[in-house]
């Protein structure tokens, strides 16, 4: 699995917020909490990057996949915090540098990327992870959740072992 080293700056993001578990990850709950997203994207007034929607899984600490929840953002980079509309939340994440997967498919393919980061990835490489968060950019490639021509990205943060 190719995968390639990146900075990326800071960002501010407004959006939508869930406590999930795996589990209603494959019932399909992050997807509909995107779709409800993607209709009210328009009601956040200072959006400063068009292309790309950012979905954050944030891991409590001591996680277990088995049992516990994570939070699942879904939103857009903003200039500043201001007023948010109803429901929405702000999410900030800072500059860092993340290896980088790109998967094609529908969402579910996701797995497989996590699996190859902490089967194989972590272990042969220079780094550790940094945080207990990844973020998937859903950009032009992205046709949506269950389309076969789909591309996306998962950033993990990593720092030198």
């Given at each position: 699995m190719?995968?390639?080293?990146?900075e990326?700056?800071?960002?501010?993001?407004?959006g939508?917020?869930a406590?999930?578990?795996?589990?209603?990850?494959?019932?399909?709950?992050?997807?509909?909490?995107?779709?409800?997203?993607n209709?009210?994207?328009?009601?956040i007034?200072?959006?400063?990057?068009t292309?790309?929607?950012?979905g954050?899984?944030?891991?409590?600490?001591?996680?277990n996949?088995?049992?516990?929840?994570?939070?699942?953002f879904?939103?857009?980079?903003?200039?500043a915090?201001e007023?948010?509309?109803?429901?929405?939340v702000?999410?900030?994440?800072?500059?860092?540098?993340?290896?980088?997967?790109?998967?094609?498919?529908?969402a579910?393919?996701?797995g497989?990327?996590?699996?190859?980061?902490?089967?194989?990835?972590?272990?042969?490489?220079?780094?550790?992870?940094?945080?207990?968060y990844?973020?998937e950019?859903?950009?032009?490639?992205?046709?949506?959740p269950?389309?076969?021509?789909s591309?996306?990205?998962?950033?993990?943060?990593?720092?030198?072992?």
């Amino acid at each position: 699995m190719e995968s390639r080293i990146v900075e990326r700056k800071g960002m501010l993001l407004a959006g939508l917020a869930a406590n999930v578990t795996l589990g209603d990850v494959e019932s399909g709950l992050t997807i509909q909490l995107s779709e409800q997203f993607n209709t009210r994207r328009s009601e956040i007034n200072n959006e400063i990057n068009t292309r790309e929607v950012f979905g954050l899984s944030t891991d409590p600490e001591n996680y277990n996949p088995e049992t516990d929840k994570f939070e699942f953002f879904i939103g857009v980079e903003v200039a500043a915090a201001e007023e948010l509309p109803d429901g929405m939340v702000y999410r900030e994440v800072q500059p860092s540098e993340y290896v980088v997967f790109s998967f094609e498919g529908a969402a579910d393919n996701a797995g497989p990327v996590h699996h190859y980061l902490y089967s194989t990835w972590l272990n042969n490489s220079d780094y550790q992870l940094a945080s207990s968060y990844n973020i998937e950019v859903y950009d032009e490639r992205n046709k949506g959740p269950h389309a076969a021509d789909s591309i996306t990205d998962i950033y993990f943060p990593i720092v030198k072992k």
